[in-house]
């Protein structure tokens, strides 16, 4: 058996357009666009590409886009006065503060002053306090966990009655996601550096999500033939044979896992892709509530 690979940057493509021609709609109706603000504080390398790369979609399709850009040494004070500027700024609906922040400044402060109508990350302790909890729904939930759902949708998976495994409990990624698997009615582990018998956990799963940021951890003798696998990693490792001396590599042994797994999504260009478009998605529903307000 073959996999079927998941090819994320399809299905993102297909939404963006989606979301491009609803922003041309919106702004005939408002007479403005919507806006995404971005906060970044710091020096990583990283998190300063991801926002470039989520100003360039902002402007794909026909966002708002602006950035506030401060260094590693930036104070609580700056970094909460970024917030409460972007909070009051009526072009702005959605607000992006790119973690980590460094480590002077407090990100749980941070993240609460957001305002719960422009928390297009799905950060703010309300918001995940009321994906966890039964009856309640969040304004938004987090980009990266709602692309993997959608992934599961587009793929069909069998959501409901699942048995789904999770590895990795980020705040980010893996506590958000597990709660959402629960929402859609799926039987839950969540497994962690500390789980014993990882792999026998692992292999009752039909449903399997790796986000525990370890280049290739997932062997593909873990996995359930026929279980459907979203890799949520991206890990950076040596390769000679490449151009540039590395190349990004998933936390799942993919290329063994391919003659396990029903679906695999791939890397780079299964989630990540995904995440940005939610990201705009949440940003375009954020603006139409927004809008909706009378002045």
């Not at 280049?215 to 593909?220: A, G, L, Q, T």
């Not at 979203?230 to 001396?245: F, M, S």
């Not at 990004?248 to 892709?273: H, N, Q, R, S, Y």
């Amino acid at each position: 058996m073959t996999a079927t690979i998941i090819d994320g940057k399809q299905i993102a493509d297909r939404m963006q357009a989606e979301i491009a021609a609803d922003v041309v709609r919106f702004q005939a109706e408002f007479g403005f666009p919507p806006g995404l603000g971005a906060i970044l504080a710091g020096d990583n390398p990283a998190s300063a590409q991801y926002v470039r790369m989520k100003r360039r979609a902002c402007e794909a399709v026909g966002f708002h886009s602006v950035a506030h850009i401060m260094t590693a040494s930036s104070t609580q004070a700056e970094v909460e006065a970024a917030v409460a500027e972007m909070n009051a700024d009526p072009h702005i609906h959605g607000i992006l503060v790119q973690l980590p922040l460094p480590p002077q400044i407090n990100e749980e402060r941070i993240l609460g002053l957001v305002s719960l109508d422009k928390d297009v990350d799905g950060f703010h302790p309300v918001n995940i306090g009321m994906l966890g909890m039964k009856g309640r729904e969040p304004r938004f939930t987090p980009a990266t966990p709602t692309g993997c759902m959608v992934i599961l949708k587009e793929v069909g998976a069998q959501i409901e009655g699942a048995n789904a495994v999770v590895i990795g409990r980020s705040n980010i990624v893996g506590l958000p996601v597990a709660l959402m698997l629960m929402k859609a009615n799926a039987t839950v582990t969540v497994c962690h550096s500390r789980t014993k018998n990882l792999p026998d956990v692992v292999r009752q799963a039909d449903i399997v999500i790796a986000g525990i940021g370890r280049p290739e951890f997932v062997k593909s003798d873990w996995l359930k033939p026929g279980a459907v696998v979203i890799d949520v990693g991206t890990n950076r490792v040596d390769d000679p044979t490449t151009e540039k001396g590395y190349k990004f590599v998933g936390d799942v042994e993919f290329d063994k896992a391919l003659e396990v797994a029903g679906a695999i999504t791939k890397v780079p260009g299964g989630v990540g892709p995904m995440t940005i478009t939610m990201l705009l998605h949440n940003t375009l529903k954020a603006a139409r509530r927004l809008a909706a307000v009378p002045k």
